[in-house]
């Protein structure tokens, strides 16, 4: 299957095949999933030395990763639970401290691995989160007191009610918390380039190469439309795309579908009139808008998410209410390119993690944080293979919630309790 049109796909600088598979391998580790979670854990191994091999079923970045916002910012899924969970694991102040680096930890090894490898993916700074009431306004002033607080003051500028507009051409928000750390991508560009630089480095990146089963054991084999191959170690990267040996996954992560869309090129005025600093942007609500200006000078908009598992028929419809609230000098624009893409949701929104067996690993469910998240877990995997568990059990411990429902009543279920969160937004 081509890779869905979007945005990403319609303007990827690299837009050549990656190899097929031709027989049976033998490798050190074999990583199914070739989105951000698969490339990046496959690129830190790979430098580490092992010999790798990465399974995509369909094309790099084709899932999630090659359809999402393209926003790398601090806000973890779950951070509250997170903080919780490795707080009775290892102490409220280490945890705290823990979960405040992990917020920035993947942002410097994007940086890194742009600035090594040299790859072009359109990487800008600049990311806003906006408030719509007052009890927004407080939780992002605390934010701000915490962050300076850490030694981000440079990084951080609170923006009042009477400065909003000098930043972003709407009368939506009333406050707002700007950060320069923040940065915003062109995400497919960055995921095949790093799967680039997998085979840089000796390690194998095969497309169309679907793994129908995985036989465990000492020595796991995996069985592919193409051919087989046996390894030590096995890492499960597909998130909400793959059903494979779900066995105690199963019941824990839902696919919710994230809607997208680009408009028409805008002119130096117009993006003057909405967005000057070419920020990108989301709001302080649960079920939120999030939007930036693309290297190309498009706006990118997104919004909401369809907790139902099932894709938008049409998307540029269901969004253009969204984009014309916070922009009705957009009305009416030209819309170029709407796609979606399925996330996969955790009930208490903290990553999930873990081992099957002592050969097979996991790694899923960033609740729509994933560029930063996944680049950050994937670390944490590589180093657990290598036989540095520490911080890869802390994610491991973790408790979660399992429901034991079919993932289409699942899904339903998640989007009833959706419900929820966006009537307290509409009551804050």
């Given amino acids: ?24 391998l033998h490798v050190d580790v074999a990583i199914v999933g070739g989105g951000f979670t698969g490339v990046a854990t496959a690129l830190e191994l790979a430098a580490q030395g092992h010999h790798v091999a990465l399974c995509e079923a369909q094309t790099i970045g084709w899932g999630a990763t090659g359809r999402n916002g393209g926003q790398i910012t601090g806000s973890l899924s779950g951070d509250v639970a997170m903080q919780r969970e490795f707080s009775r694991q290892i102490g409220e102040q280490r945890a ?19 600035a090594k490898y040299g790859i072009a993916c359109d990487l800008q700074f600049g990311h806003m989160q906006t408030a719509m009431t007052p009890a927004h306004v407080a939780e992002l002033q605390a934010m701000y007191d915490l962050g300076c607080a850490q030694g981000m003051g440079d990084d951080l500028t609170w923006v009042d009610a009477d400065h909003i507009r000098d930043y972003l051409g709407t009368d939506m928000y009333i406050g707002g918390l700007l950060n320069r750390r923040n940065m915003h991508v062109h995400s497919l560009d960055l995921c095949r380039a790093e799967a680039r630089a997998v085979q840089s480095l000796g390690g194998q990146v095969f497309e169309h190469c679907a793994v129908t089963t995985i036989d465990t054991g000492p020595r796991p084999k995996l069985r592919t439309n193409q051919g087989t191959i046996r390894a030590s170690q096995v890492v ?15 019941g824990k992560l839902f696919p919710a579908s994230l809607a997208n869309m680009a408009t028409r090129p805008l002119s130096d005025d117009e993006i003057s009139a909405i967005n000057p600093q070419r920020l990108a942007v989301y709001d302080s609500r649960f079920v939120l808008d999030y ?23 049409d998307i540029a419809t269901e969004l253009r209410p969204a984009l014309d609230r916070v922009f009705p000098q957009l009305r009416g624009i030209d819309i170029d390119y709407a796609w979606s893409g399925m996330d996969g949701i955790i009930i208490n929104r903290i990553p999930q993690v873990g081992r099957i067996d002592d050969s097979l690993y996991y790694v899923q469910g960033y609740s729509g944080h994933g560029i930063a998240l996944s680049h950050i877990l994937a670390g944490m995997t590589a180093r ?45």
């Fill in 384 to 428: 657990a293979i290598a036989g540095d568990s520490h911080e890869f059990n802390l994610f491991a411990g973790a408790r979660h919630w399992h429901l034991p429902l079919p993932r289409a009543l699942g899904s339903l279920a998640i989007a009833a309790g959706m419900t929820y969160y966006k009537l307290r937004d509409a009551l804050r």
């Fill in 291 to 313: 939007y930036r200006i693309t290297a190309d000078n498009r706006l990118m908009f997104g919004s909401g998410t369809n907790y139902s598992g099932r894709a938008s028929a």
């Fill in 236 to 250: 499960l990267a597909g998130n909400a795309y793959h059903l494979l040996n779900q066995g105690q996954l199963r």
């Fill in 1 to 24: 299957m081509a890779q869905p049109i979007s945005y990403y796909s319609a303007t990827a600088r690299d837009t050549a095949p990656f190899d097929t598979l031709d027989g049976d």
């Fill in 96 to 114: 705290r401290d823990f979960v405040w680096d992990l917020r920035w930890r993947g942002h410097e090894i994007i940086r890194g691995r742009v």
